[in-house]
């Protein structure tokens, strides 16, 4: 009898990575896969390095760029997932460009066929008085996904700057970035 070759099919990164970022939002009660990271500290404490989803963004980003091969490992912060990603081919979208200092209809020609860009909002001072950066996804249009870290505690679908310049929760972006494999498909 013949041998049969069976050959595996190829998996589509771009439309997988994109499908994981909008599952995040899917559903009535949104995901916690993201909302906690135990660590035991030198004093031998347990701790949720994450307070139950209110600091989760990074590990959100981070958990879906590693599922889908674009980085090599999770994170707990924005720093180390943006190191992950420089090291592993990501690139900024217009490098050099002063992101800070662009309005928002600048910067959405730049993202056209670019859903799932990584997105990096300036910091801002948390309740606690700590600084924090934020990192999340281009969704489409306006919009991004993000770990919502005051209210829901979970991805969340929002304005790409959080809301219009003066308003309460206007955030601007620091710096967005693309993989060449997601070009493939």
Known sequence: ????????????????????????IRGKEGTFIFRNLFAKLDNGTEVDLLDSGRLSCAVTVSGILLLNGLIGGMHATVDSTEKDMLKNGWVDVDAGKDWLNTAWQEIKPLLKNKIGAVIIWEKQIDKDGTEHRH???????????????????????????????????????EKIYWHSELDAD
């Open 1 to 24: 009898m013949p041998k049969i070759l069976v050959i595996p099919p190829k998996l589509l990164k771009k439309k997988n990575y994109q499908a994981m970022i909008f599952n995040l």
């Open 135 to 173: 990192i999340g996804f281009y969704a489409d249009d306006d919009f991004a996904i993000s770990n919502d870290s005051a209210t829901h505690r979970m991805p969340m679908k929002h304005h790409i700057t959080f809301g219009l310049p003066g308003h309460t929760g206007f955030r601007r972006i």
